[in-house]
């Protein structure tokens, strides 16, 4: 049955992201403005919004759902992830805002990898938008899909009601959430979408702790939890030990899982929020504000997918009989607690909300992102130089909808078990962005000796990598034949290696970059040794 109630909720929160955004919708005076919000954030928002467009639908349905299965030996995933956020803030973002400044004032990371190497031909300004665009259609389809898990599980539509559209119920929960990201991202730009993300960063955080707070009490506190547990299963709590196989975790499993943080390097979404800094001398605050948002968040969201176990043994269920999918987790035990009652289903369509906003804060920067690429980085290089800033805004929202659309239709292929599970879209996503960026941001603001060429080759030989280690058939006959498999690896891994030595090796054999990009790049380090 409908629940109005959560129903109301949730009206309440979509309508106050789509104020935001019709609030900023009159603000974008240039291009700089809607894309990278002219500079002018402050930290708070900075690092909120760029922990927040991080994690997505992942943080409060794919990590618990992992850790569920696997217990806590999954938890090598957060690791990475925290190691890869700390190193992200300390060694690149400064860095990054004053160099993307210094270098011709770019406002995407094609325009700033363009402008670093002062590529005339464009070519890695077009291949580092064509990844963009290719992998953020991934990653956007796994946010999409988590708003339809979401939307099916919190308001129980009907199928006979989403029919009357000519759709599933389903269907129709992914296109309600597709439509108000879409929506915001189109009216108010980076602006909105980093307010937003601020909103939704604090909901997040407050959801992810009061949840498995709740259960751990209702357990009789931490030691009782702990008992629990191990009386449920004595591996759920082993960081060696795989909980569903009782099989020791070995390296290719542990070195996959600590190979997500490489991928924080090469973060589009991320990065930009760096670069939209206000103040570099900001960076310091923000990265503690942003650690101690993800450290603690990591920490509960691991806690959920293990407290899980105890919710469903204290109701007597199983998890085939609350659907068979460890990803919804978090939202069974949100309407479990919050059962019966006007205030607590109202209290319930908060929380919930929050898993929403995970997804959006996620979706609404990979749009943007996607957006900036197509236009400033394809449009105005391939089809149209000359073109005003006004045709480039609208052809930057064209390209939100269009990504959308196509996101979309990968989210409904729900015969595929790579399409429905938002896990496996993200880390494929993840993966390709971190191979592709990651070593050649690194290299561009630490090695002077860098150029174009190793740049281009470095991202072509990431990009495909990913996609070879992860679809090519003997790559999936390997993994079939051997548990041992290499190409059980973590694609990130082979892919930010090969980068990373692609991108030194090509550089060191082909001609040094001219005088102007080593003094521009001595410039900007000289500011760093003052």
């Not at 990653?139 to 009907?158: D, E, H, Q, R, W």
């Not at 996959?256 to 900001?282: K, Q, T």
């Not at 015969?415 to 690194?442: H, R, T």
Request: include cysteine.
């Amino acid at each position: 049955m409908l629940d109005y109630i959560v129903l109301g909720a949730f009206a309440g929160y979509l309508a106050l992201m789509l104020g935001i955004g019709f609030f900023f919708s009159s603000r974008q005076e240039s291009l700089g403005d809607y894309y990278l919000g002219g500079r002018k954030m402050n930290k708070w928002v900075v690092a909120l919004s760029a922990q927040a467009s991080d994690m997505s639908g992942w943080l409060l349905m794919g990590l618990p759902g992992a850790i569920y299965v696997g217990g806590f030996s999954e938890a090598w995933i957060g690791i990475g992830l925290l190691i890869g956020t700390y190193l992200n803030w300390k060694i690149v973002a400064h860095r990054l805002r004053r160099y993307s400044q210094a270098c011709g004032d770019s406002i995407t990371i094609p325009d700033f990898i363009c402008n670093r190497f002062r590529d005339r031909t464009g070519i890695s300004r077009i291949l580092a938008a064509l990844i963009i665009l290719v992998f953020f259609t991934f990653y956007t389809a796994s946010g999409f899909v988590s708003c339809a898990k979401l939307f099916t599980t919190t308001f129980g539509i009907p199928d006979h009601i989403a029919a009357l559209g000519g759709m599933s119920g389903y269907t129709l929960c992914l296109w309600i959430g597709a439509i108000v990201v879409v929506s915001y991202t189109l009216m108010g730009g980076y602006m909105a979408v980093c307010w937003t993300d601020f909103i939704q960063g604090a909901l997040m955080f407050v959801a992810i702790v009061l949840v498995p707070a709740i259960v751990v009490c209702n357990a009789g506190g931490f030691a009782s939890t702990v008992d629990a547990l191990n009386e449920i299963n004595p591996y759920l709590q082993s960081l060696f030990t795989n909980a569903s196989t009782g099989k020791a975790a070995g390296f290719i499993g542990l070195a996959s899982c600590m190979a997500w943080g490489l991928g924080y390097f090469g973060m589009p979404h991320i990065l930009v929020r760096f670069m939209s800094i206000d103040n570099p001398a900001e960076v310091k605050g923000s990265r503690r504000i942003a650690m101690s948002w993800v450290t603690i968040s990591l920490g509960a969201a691991v806690v959920i997918g293990l407290v899980f176990h105890i919710y469903l043994k204290q109701h007597g269920l199983t998890l085939a009989d609350v659907g068979g999918d460890p990803e919804k987790c978090f939202m069974i035990m949100i309407n479990g607690i919050f059962s019966s009652g006007f205030v607590a289903r109202v209290f319930a369509g908060i929380l919930l909300s929050a898993i929403m906003a995970a997804i959006m804060s996620t979706a609404d920067s990979q749009l943007l992102v996607s957006a900036s690429s197509f236009s400033n980085d394809f449009y105005k290089i391939v089809i149209k130089k000359d073109a005003s800033n006004r045709e480039l805004l609208f052809v930057s929202r064209f390209a939100v909808g269009a990504v959308a659309l196509i996101s979309i239709g990968l989210a409904m292929n729900t015969q595929s078990e790579f399409f429905k599970v938002v896990m496996k879209m993200v880390s494929f996503a993840w993966g390709g962005f971190g191979a592709s960026f990651g070593p050649l941001i690194l290299l561009s603001l630490f090695w002077r000796r860098v150029n174009l060429v190793g740049a281009v080759s470095g991202m072509l030989v990431g990009a495909t990598t990913c996609f070879v280690w992860k679809f090519a058939p003997f790559a999936d006959a390997a993994r079939e034949a051997s548990p041992d498999s290499i190409f059980h690896l973590y694609e990130l891994a082979p892919g930010f290696l090969f980068a990373f030595v692609v991108t030194v090796v090509v550089s060191l054999l082909t001609p040094k970059p001219s005088k102007e990009i080593t003094d521009e790049f001595d410039s900007v380090k000289a500011q760093f040794q003052d």
